[in-house]
């Protein structure tokens, strides 16, 4: 008998993770696992909630989990929830959006959402309870550890090594052959190009804006657009 599906979660991420999976895919759904029914910030139907306290009556042998959590805490919070199904002994849905660029050689986890416009290259392999979210490169040969959020526009290039529970933000970018440790937070707009230790927190310069009759915004109007 097909396992049916609960989405632990009630936020954003579980009602996005709840539209693909009914979408594209064939889970039968069976309800949202949470600490407390009385939040529910995406307004989801009240008639799915299920306290944590009632899982026992949702036994491992019925039902799979889809831990459907942002980076909060640097993914600690979905890191401790994941771990708490797995000690159960429960198994895990993945979502993989139909439309991406997913090399057959690729090995992913468990408990991962891969949304569309990917290109995930040969021999990459990306650990359990990864999030990575739209259009996005991750290059031949690249490891991504356990626990990590990439966000959208990120190009992780060849034969990296990602490690445990990091962030990478939008348009961020990695060079061939880094080494990223755990619980990194790689900024909106960062180029990593060099190794990383543990911690490190990788924030880009913040852009220069001019005035419409700054000296610098008339030499860029007369250069580009002949004004």
Not at 14 to 28: C, G, L, P, R, V
Not at 150 to 175: D, L, R, T
Request: aromatic residues 12%; contains cysteine; neutral net charge.
């Amino acid at each position: 008998m097909k396992k049916k599906l609960l989405i632990f979660g009630n936020g954003e991420i579980a009602k996005i993770a709840y539209d693909n999976f009914t979408k594209f895919s064939d889970e039968n759904l069976s309800g949202f696992l949470v600490d407390d029914v009385s939040e529910n910030s995406s307004g989801i139907d009240t008639n799915l909630l299920i306290s944590m306290k009632s899982l026992d009556d949702y036994p491992v042998s019925d039902y799979k989990i889809f831990v459907a959590l942002s980076y909060r805490k640097m993914n600690l919070i979905r890191e401790s929830k994941f771990d708490l199904f797995k000690k159960k002994g429960f198994e895990f849905a993945n979502f993989i959006h139909p439309e991406n660029n997913i090399d057959e050689s690729a090995n992913i986890g468990e408990n991962v959402m891969i949304l569309e416009n990917q290109t995930i290259q040969r021999d990459v392999t990306i650990g359990n309870n990864v999030i990575i979210w739209s259009s996005n490169h991750i290059g031949h040969g690249t490891k991504i550890g356990d626990h990590t959020y990439i966000s959208s526009h990120v190009v992780i290039s060849g034969h990296c090594s990602i490690g445990k529970k990091n962030f990478f933000g939008v348009n961020s970018s990695v060079a061939d052959f880094i080494n990223i440790e755990d619980e990194c937070f790689i900024g909106m707009g960062s180029s990593i190009n060099k190794n990383l230790p543990k911690g490190t927190f990788a924030v880009s310069k913040n852009t220069d804006y001019y005035k419409e009759n700054d000296r610098v915004t008339q030499i860029i109007k007369k250069k580009y657009f002949k004004f």
